[in-house]
T-cell receptor
Framework: KQEVTQIPAALSVPEGENLVLNCSFT??????LQWFRQDPGKGLTSLLL?????REQTSGRLNASLDKSSGRSTLYIAASQPGDSATYLC???????????FGTGTRLKVLA | GAVVSQHPSRVICKSGTSVKIECRSL??????MFWYRQFPKQSLMLMAT?????????EQGVEKDKFLINHASLTLSTLTVTSAHPEDSSFYIC??????????????FGPGTRLLVL
């Protein structure tokens, strides 16, 4: 059964820092992995989707990598801004299905 | 890219009433949709798989008579929380399988519906 873990659970950094959020999963037979952002009291915003055949995806200041063999994905945020403050979730599907298992998230706070 | 919408985005209701949440795939058809919920300060958990034209499949521990799912068309699935109680207050999100990305079907997630039962 797929299990998804995110480290750290919370992170507070000064504005401008580059930072890395980590996600690990136990079942590497996945179609893809997705990263989301969730603001307090709000819904999910899809950030990046990495297909199993890809090693990374980039969108603006965000870069997500995927290493299936080690069961890890990282989300890299460059030059962090206070507007980046949110909870970041990664999700990976259970093997052979489209049922996603979500990590517990990393609560990021970027200080001005 | 493909878009999944949910309606309403936020709903407040009295205990004992039923609430219907809609999930629509706006520019693609989906034979299967998934419903998730998120309790405060917890992560999202899969509730059920909604299958167009057939009964939904529920995850262990989810009451099918409490959470009625109807997938009447290829673009619409509804989740009805029957006789809602305060403990049903949660954030409900759906996903739908959409256009392929790199040859693989991709799940697109709705923005979510926040339910508060008083």
């Amino acid at each position: 059964k797929q299990e998804v873990t995110q480290i750290p659970a919370a992170l507070s950094v000064p504005e401008g820092e580059n930072l890395v959020l980590n996600c690990s999963f136990t079942d590497s037979a996945i179609y893809n992995l997705q990263w989301f952002r969730q603001d307090p009291g709000k819904g999910l915003t899809s950030l990046l989707l990495i297909q199993s055949s890809q090693r990374e995806q980039t969108s603006g200041r965000l870069n997500a990598s995927l290493d299936k063999s080690s069961g890890r994905s990282t989300l890299y945020i460059a030059a962090s801004q206070p507007g980046d403050s949110a909870t970041y979730l990664c999700a990976a599907p259970t093997s052979g299905t489209y049922k996603y298992i979500f990590g517990t998230g990393t609560r990021l706070k970027v200080l001005a | 890219g493909a878009v999944v919408s949910q309606h309403p985005s936020r709903v407040i209701c009295k205990s004992g009433t039923s609430v219907k949440i809609e999930c629509r795939s706006l520019d693609f058809q989906a034979t299967t949709m998934f419903w998730y919920r998120q309790f405060p300060k917890q992560s999202l958990m899969l509730m059920a798989t909604s299958n167009e034209g057939s009964k939904a499949t529920y995850e262990q521990g989810v009451e099918k008579d409490k959470f009625l799912i109807n997938h009447a068309s290829l673009t619409l699935s509804t989740l009805t929380v029957t006789s809602a109680h305060p403990e049903d207050s949660s954030f409900y999100i759906c996903s739908a399988g959409g256009p392929t990305s790199g040859g693989v079907e991709t799940q697109y997630f709705g923005p979510g519906t926040r339910l508060l039962v008083l």
